[in-house]
């Protein structure tokens, strides 16, 4: 079966500073790749998805890859601020009708 | 207008107890799921239902089951409740992989604690 993995837990960073996370994906590759904001005490919330032919996705400070050779997806935030300290989860399925599998996810601080 | 909600948002309850939480949409999707987020933080697939569909995750005991009295609503019912059945529960929502949108929208969560 398909796994997700997000091998940092926690990851400290520098406000202004650009953040890098990594999911990584075993066995085939998935049609697409999904990333999720989680803050505690609420639901995760959709950010971006970037389909299995597409290099690079962006949305405002957000940019996402897809490397179907190294079975890897990057999720850059570019001038981090306080504000984005969230647990971030990465997310595909196997197809058809069948639901997300999440990653354990990376809890991301900013430090000010 | 909340989009997915949850109610309770809190819930304990005796150990041997049957309870009930309550989840509803307006975002007129087709599928609706079940997660639980455990002690670590990992959300795991319980259930996704469509009226066409259900999809069970094998590793839910049988104590759990959903209940759909429309295509707005997935209730998750827990009979005979265990310690180790304490976590959070995300309701979440989505359109038909066969529509494009694929992305899911979850409620807030019910914190479930089995004393």
């Known amino acids: 079966s398909q796994k997700i993995e997000q091998n940092s837990e926690a990851l400290n960073i520098q406000e202004g500073k650009t953040a890098t996370l990594t999911c990584n994906y075993t066995n085939y590759s998935p049609a697409y790749l999904q990333w999720y904001r989680q803050d505690p005490g609420r639901g995760p919330v959709f950010l971006l998805l970037?389909?299995?032919?597409?290099k690079e996705k962006r949305k405002e400070r957000l940019k996402v890859t897809f490397d179907t050779t190294l079975k890897q997806s990057l999720f850059h935030i570019t001038a981090s601020q306080p504000a984005d300290s969230a647990t971030y989860l990465c997310?595909?399925?196997?197809?058809?009708?069948?639901?997300?599998?999440f990653g354990k996810g990376t809890r991301l601080s900013v430090i000010a | 207008d909340t989009a997915v909600s949850q109610t309770p948002k809190y819930l304990v309850t005796q150990m041997g107890n049957d309870k009930s939480i309550k989840c509803e949409q307006n975002?007129?999707?087709?599928?609706m799921y079940w997660y639980k987020q455990d002690s670590k933080k990992f959300l795991k697939i319980m259930f996704s239902?469509?009226?066409?569909?259900?999809?069970i995750n094998e590793t839910v005991p049988n104590r759990f089951s959903p209940k759909s009295p429309d295509k707005a609503h997935l209730n998750l019912h827990i009979n005979s409740l265990e310690l180790g059945d304490s976590a959070v529960y995300f309701c979440?929502?989505?359109?038909?992989?066969?529509?494009?949108?694929?992305?899911?929208?979850f409620g807030s969560g019910t914190r479930l604690t089995v004393v």
């Open positions: 239902y469509n009226n066409k569909e259900l999809i």
């Open positions: 997310a595909t399925s196997v197809g058809g009708n069948t639901p997300l599998v």
């Open positions: 975002l007129g999707h087709d599928t």
């Open positions: 979440a929502s989505s359109l038909n992989p066969g529509q494009g949108s694929i992305r899911y929208t």
């Open positions: 970037i389909r299995e032919n597409e």
